[in-house]
Structures are given as structure tokens and as C-alpha cells.
């Protein structure tokens, strides 16, 4: 298991972290969002999935990953 | 038919404009959020519904009519 930290623009309300974090969990991984820190955790299995993955999957949400 | 437009605090994205316009059609009403005005404008029949009715569903939603 790895984790990693983006920086993710965007994220303003529960609803977004809802939106992001089930979009993680819906690739098999976790999702931790910081909605004042403007962060979002990942802990991945980098076995079977990718860091790219995780930021389009984010992205195809609405947010930008800086 | 009647138009009413109220002040709301809390909306920051769009995920917050479907939530309320999403409740308030459920009402049988038409609501139209404006997240930079910070006012949510509802049509609504008056002989059906009254603005308390629909106030308390935007207030169900998480917000905060003024
Ligand atoms: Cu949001
Ligand atoms: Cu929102």
C-alpha cells in the first residue's frame, strides 16, 4: 500500500468531498479529503493502480489537480 | 402562481444548486439558485405550498435561509 497527497482546487462543500472520495472508493482505493487544507489522501495499492488514475478520477469529478 | 426570492448562506458549488433545486421540485415548485447572488427564486402555487413549506426544505438541505 502506498499513500500520497494531492493538491486539489475546487473542493468547497460536503458535497464535494462525498463526490471525490466515492469516486476513489470506486477504483479500490481510499480517499481522505481536507476541504480547508485543499489536500486529498489517497492510500492505493500501487499494484494495481496508478497515482495518474487517481488524479483523472478527480478531475472527471470537476476539480483540478495542481 | 407566485415568485419568491430568498436569501440563502452555505451555497458554494453546484453539487449545493441540485440539492436545493432538487428539493424544491419535489415540492412542486421551481427553484433557481444563483450561487454568486446568494438568492435561491422560487415559483411556486400558493394555493398548494406556502414559503415557510419551502424554506425548511432548503434548510433540510444544510443552509441557511436568512
Ligand atoms: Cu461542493
Ligand atoms: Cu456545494
Known sequence: MKQATL????????HCV???EK???ELGA???VNLSGK???VDY??????IETIK???????????
Open 7 to 14: 493538491q486539489v482546487e475546487g473542493m468547497s462543500c460536503n
Open 18 to 20: 462525498n463526490s471525490i
Open 23 to 25: 469516486a476513489i472508493k
Open 30 to 32: 481510499e480517499g481522505k
Open 39 to 41: 489536500t486529498v489522501t
Open 45 to 50: 495499492d500501487e499494484s494495481k493502480l496508478t
Open 56 to 66: 483523472e478520477a478527480i478531475e472527471d469529478q470537476g476539480y483540478d489537480v495542481v
